[in-house]
């Protein structure tokens, strides 16, 4: 499917954004991750534009092809909560159903606390509220990797290198298990992959997705998630990288959620398992309409 592209200007700033269908049955909003991220890597969910949504996608900012800020003291998650509202209201989506992968799951919760009266649903794909223990589990699945992939890891991280080659090599040993389990992978992810921005990653993240030194390591919501109403789909792979013990408990404390985790994947379940993903999605938003 076709479909169109733009510049909306939010909170003085030029977005990069596509849009795909037409909204005969509501609008979805989709969240990429990162923090750095491309959206092209979600682009597997403009399928749902092929059943009546219109679907729309952006690169945050100082993300691909929107602006990049001077001031680095905007890249929090308090700046892209309020981007999102601000988006919504210029894009005209009244209230979509948002969906949002890995750091846009946990975008979409901290707009939800703020905004879920502007939503109609929200669904996390490898989503987190408790960046503490998605580290601790993210470090228990570093020791499940061949023992002499993680000496080079320990090797290279005692030093600081994170950009060594030999390092960079056994990183991918981590991705090919619990990021995206395809081979070859989507060439969307491998794309999003290679432009992630290095300011917005590094500041909000680290060096790589297990190393979260960022300003986004000690977010935790935990205590807050009750407070959250809006229908919640909490969606997961087996293997990925933000563990089901994460989707596990973000169901578990927001009421009337669901729950899914998907057999054959790790964080990426819209290309891993595409099919089921789309069905899964589709069957609870039909549940809720705008």
Same mark, same amino acid.
């Given at each position: 499917?076709?479909?169109?592209?733009?510049?909306?200007?939010?909170?003085?700033?030029?977005?990069?954004?596509?849009?795909?269908?037409?909204?005969?049955?509501?609008?979805?909003?989709?969240?990429?991750?990162?923090?750095?991220?491309?959206?092209?890597?979600?682009?597997?969910?403009?399928?749902?534009?092929?059943?009546?949504?219109?679907?729309?996608?952006?690169?945050?900012?100082?993300?691909?092809?929107?602006?990049?800020?001077?001031?680095?003291?905007? !890249?929090?998650?308090? *700046?892209? #909560?309020?981007?999102?509202?601000?988006?919504?209201?210029? +894009?005209?989506? %009244?209230? $979509?159903?948002?969906?949002?992968?890995?750091?846009?799951?946990?975008?979409?919760?901290?707009?939800?606390?703020?905004?879920?009266?502007?939503?109609?649903?929200?669904?996390? !794909?490898?989503?987190? *509220?408790? #960046?503490?223990?998605?580290?601790?589990?993210?470090?228990? +699945?570093?020791? %499940?990797? $061949?023992?002499?992939?993680?000496?080079?890891?320990?090797?290279?991280?005692?030093?600081?290198?994170?950009?060594?080659?030999?390092?960079?090599?056994?990183?991918?040993?981590?991705?090919?298990?619990?990021?995206?389990?395809?081979?070859?992978?989507?060439?969307?992810?491998?794309?999003?992959?290679?432009?992630?921005?290095?300011?917005?990653?590094?500041?909000?993240?680290?060096?790589?997705?297990?190393?979260?030194?960022?300003?986004?390591?000690?977010?935790?919501?935990?205590?807050?998630?009750?407070?959250?109403?809006?229908?919640?789909?909490?969606?997961?792979?087996?293997?990925?990288?933000?563990?089901?013990?994460?989707?596990?408990?973000?169901?578990?404390?927001?009421?009337?959620?669901?729950?899914?985790?998907?057999?054959?994947?790790?964080?990426?379940?819209?290309?891993?398992?595409?099919?089921?993903?789309?069905?899964?999605?589709?069957?609870?938003?039909?549940?809720?309409?705008?």
């Amino acid at each position: 499917m076709k479909g169109t592209d733009g510049f909306a200007s939010v909170q003085g700033f030029d977005l990069f954004y596509r849009q795909f269908g037409e909204p005969e049955k509501g609008e979805v909003l989709c969240l990429h991750g990162g923090p750095g991220s491309t959206h092209d890597y979600l682009l597997s969910m403009a399928d749902l534009a092929e059943r009546g949504y219109r679907v729309t996608f952006y690169d945050q900012l100082g993300c691909g092809r929107s602006a990049v800020p001077k001031d680095p003291a905007l !890249v929090v998650p308090e *700046h892209y #909560v309020e981007e999102v509202e601000a988006f919504r209201k210029e +894009m005209s989506l %009244g209230n $979509p159903h948002i969906i949002g992968s890995s750091w846009g799951g946990m975008l979409a919760i901290a707009y939800a606390l703020k905004y879920q009266r502007n939503m109609t649903t929200m669904t996390t !794909v490898g989503g987190l *509220h408790s #960046v503490p223990l998605t580290v601790r589990e993210m470090q228990r +699945m570093k020791r %499940g990797l $061949p023992k002499d992939v993680q000496r080079t890891m320990a090797k290279y991280e005692a030093a600081g290198e994170y950009e060594d080659p030999e390092y960079q090599a056994a990183v991918m040993v981590f991705y090919k298990k619990h990021l995206c389990r395809l081979e070859p992978w989507p060439a969307e992810v491998t794309y999003s992959l290679e432009h992630t921005s290095k300011l917005v990653y590094r500041i909000m993240n680290g060096p790589n997705e297990f190393t979260i030194i960022g300003n986004i390591r000690y977010w935790d919501v935990t205590d807050r998630l009750r407070t959250i109403t809006t229908p919640t789909l909490v969606l997961g792979g087996r293997y990925d990288e933000v563990s089901p013990l994460v989707a596990k408990e973000i169901h578990r404390r927001i009421r009337g959620s669901e729950l899914t985790i998907f057999p054959k994947s790790s964080h990426l379940a819209f290309w891993e398992e595409r099919d089921a993903f789309m069905n899964r999605v589709l069957k609870f938003l039909g549940a809720h309409p705008s």
